[in-house]
């Protein structure tokens, strides 16, 4: 969510087809979650998630970082 959060503010519904593979369920209480630690907040206009400052950083740092770690070791990973 916060890759997909990365490149701005989304709805749950478009939050949801970009993902895949979530129910609304799970999107719901992982939103809440994200909320809850302030990485995501939700825009009283159009109902839009977005990242906080603070979820911003994580976002562009330690877990883009991550995926970049993934992406380039995904031959290694997969069996």
């Given at each position: 969510m916060l890759t997909a959060l990365?490149?701005?503010?989304?709805?749950?519904?478009?939050?949801?087809?970009g993902i895949g593979g979530i129910s609304d369920k799970a999107l719901h209480e992982s939103l809440l979650r994200l909320r809850d630690f302030r990485l995501v907040a939700k825009e009283d206009e159009g109902h839009r998630y977005r990242l906080?400052?603070?979820?911003?950083?994580f976002a562009t740092g330690p877990v883009l970082a991550l995926a970049q770690w993934a992406e380039a070791n995904h031959s290694s990973l997969a069996s």
């Amino acid at each position: 969510m916060l890759t997909a959060l990365r490149d701005g503010a989304l709805r749950r519904v478009d939050l949801r087809a970009g993902i895949g593979g979530i129910s609304d369920k799970a999107l719901h209480e992982s939103l809440l979650r994200l909320r809850d630690f302030r990485l995501v907040a939700k825009e009283d206009e159009g109902h839009r998630y977005r990242l906080t400052d603070v979820g911003t950083s994580f976002a562009t740092g330690p877990v883009l970082a991550l995926a970049q770690w993934a992406e380039a070791n995904h031959s290694s990973l997969a069996s």
